[in-house]
């Protein structure tokens, strides 16, 4: 059946074209309950006088309670992992599959869903591109050290990643995105001078920030000291390491990476603290990368041999050549 709302005719989907405010009844594509909170549009032609961004601001704890972005808002919702106050989308969206499915994912958790003029939207907003898509959720779980420490349900090893002082929210995001394509199974992170789950950290994540345990110490010297007492090795990463990263042995037993900032590298007490330091090989004429790109690189490098532990048999449905 076409639904019509504010001259905008779409199929199967409420139109976005009014700010509403949507509360889901539970299960997708069941009925919801939409009620008209203002009128018109937000502004989105050009000379429209720009909108100017809420500072993000100090963060308490862990942060993560605002989320933008769609495929992270997607993802929060899809996790289920905490609870999800609000989602808010701009009213001037064109149809997308994603955001019919956040929508429906919304629904499913009985979450309201509110639309409001692109002004209102932008306003609301903390990064540069939310992409018309918010939600407001319960901050992110601060998990203890020793939880970090404790083998998977599989009997999983640690493999952990300590950030030493990284303060760009965009980098701390794709830090952790690549940390949870990898498996990473916990990242520490210290309580002081270092960055929080912003929106900006938030929407660079990507949604990993939902399937990641998260753990802020009071100091990483201390939070290594312990890693070593339960045998995790430690291997920092800095340019004056002993090794290549691909040197390092990493195949046995629990392992932390430990990344510092971009251009200070690790602190003095962080470097002295790990068991090992490591180096990435560069072959270009630039003496460094971006601390997201490091991690990223070191990360796999230390995943892909951990994964070959205890292989000697080719998986299923591989053929070796003759």
């Not at 407001?136 to 009997?155: C, M, N, R, T, V």
Request: glycine content about 14%; aromatic content about 2%; some cysteine.
């Amino acid at each position: 059946m076409n639904r019509t709302s504010g001259g905008k005719q779409r199929k199967g989907k409420p139109s976005r074209g009014r700010p509403a405010e949507r509360t889901g009844k539970g299960g997708r594509g069941g009925p919801a309950r939409r009620t008209s909170n203002a009128k018109g549009r937000g502004s989105s032609q050009r000379g429209a006088t720009p909108v100017r961004r809420r500072s993000e601001g100090a963060v308490k704890g862990l942060g993560g309670d605002q989320v933008e972005g769609r495929q992270a808002v997607r993802e929060l919702l899809l996790a289920g992992h905490r609870r999800t106050r609000e989602v808010v989308l701009a009213g001037d969206l064109d149809p997308a599959a994603i955001l019919d499915d956040i929508i429906d994912l919304a629904d499913e958790a009985r979450v309201t869903i509110r639309e409001v003029p692109r002004g209102k939207f932008e306003s609301m907003a903390k990064t540069e591109a939310p992409q018309g898509v918010l939600a407001l959720a319960a901050p992110l779980q601060d998990y203890e050290l020793e939880d970090l420490l404790i083998p998977g349900p599989k009997g999983e090893l640690p493999f952990l990643l300590m950030l030493d002082g990284v303060t760009d929210p965009g980098n701390l995001g794709a830090i952790l995105r690549s940390a949870e394509c990898a498996g990473v199974t916990g990242v520490i992170l210290p309580k002081h001078r270092a960055a929080r789950i912003t929106a900006t950290a938030a929407k660079s994540a990507a949604g990993s920030i939902e399937h990641l345990r998260l753990c802020t110490v009071s100091g990483l010297p201390k939070a290594l000291r312990r890693l070593a007492e339960v045998g995790v090795w430690s291997v920092g990463l800095d340019a004056g390491g002993q090794a290549a990263i691909g040197e390092v042995r990493v195949e046995d037993g629990g392992v932390a990476l430990v990344m510092g900032a971009e251009g200070t590298g690790l602190s003095r007490l962080v470097s002295e603290r790990c068991d090992t330091l490591a180096y990435i090989p560069m072959q270009g004429v630039l003496a460094s990368m971006n601390v997201s790109a490091a991690a990223a690189v070191a990360l796999f490098d230390v995943a892909g041999r951990r994964t070959l532990v205890g292989k000697s048999e080719p998986e299923v449905g591989f053929e070796p050549t003759t």
